[in-house]
T-cell receptor, first 116, second 111 residues
């Protein structure tokens, strides 16, 4: 009965490779997010989709491309991985009932990406 | 979204109340105060939020001062499992759901 799930949990890969992280939520939410937490533990938003439409796109390299096939899924594809991409990536979702609802977010367990 | 200021760390004895302060002196009238926590290696967890009135749920209580420039999260009976980083976030002026996490307060609950 996992609410927000991510796969894989761990991802170790070589520089230059392309990889994808998947996120699924079964809460019936209509807004999903990707956050990045670096080695200094700073947690920063990357993207957000509402009803499959991109609504937040922070200053993120073009190598990162989110894809939302439906409201319950938001995947993150990363091209040409670099050492600095090593981090924990968290997916989150919320019910987009205006300003208040959108900020009440439920997070997944995270994907720990290590680029060698 | 308004800037928030929290102490970097706090200790609390197990079974006692943990009171975590947050300053948000530039908060605007329509911005909510949200509290999240992150237990080691896990995803952030929503705790509670409020606008003007004090709020209580099964996890915690939120006390917001009358001028809304500061708030306190209260964990009434802290347990070892409450050891985590607690984030206070002031926001909601936009409709995007963007949460801006600061450094938070590392709460260490001790036996």
């Amino acid at each position: 009965d996992t609410a927000v799930s991510q796969t894989p949990k761990y991802l170790v890969t070589q520089m230059g490779n392309d990889k994808s992280i998947k996120c699924e939520q079964n809460l019936g939410h209509d807004t999903m997010y990707w956050y990045k937490q670096d080695s200094k533990k700073f947690l920063k938003i990357m993207f957000s989709y509402n009803n499959k439409e991109l609504i937040i796109n922070e200053t993120v390299p073009n190598r990162f491309s989110p894809k939302s096939p439906d409201k319950a899924h938001l995947n993150l594809h990363i091209n040409s991985l670099e050492l600095g991409d090593s981090a924990v990536y968290f997916c989150a979702s919320s019910l987009g009932r205006g300003r208040e609802g959108r900020k009440t977010q439920y997070f997944g367990p995270g994907t720990r990406l290590l680029v060698l | 979204d308004a800037k928030t200021t929290q102490p970097p760390s706090m200790d609390c004895a197990e079974g006692r109340a943990a009171n975590l302060p947050c300053n948000h002196s530039t908060i605007s009238g329509n911005e909510y105060v949200y509290w999240y926590r992150q237990i080691h290696s896990q995803g952030p967890q929503y705790i509670i939020h409020g606008l003007k009135n004090n709020e209580t749920n099964e996890m915690a209580s939120l006390i917001i001062t009358e001028d809304r420039k500061s708030s306190t999260l209260i964990l009434p009976h802290a347990t070892l499992r409450d050891t985590a980083v607690y984030y206070c976030i002031a926001g909601g002026s936009s409709n995007t759901g963007k949460l801006i996490f600061g450094q938070g307060t590392t709460l260490q609950v001790k036996p």
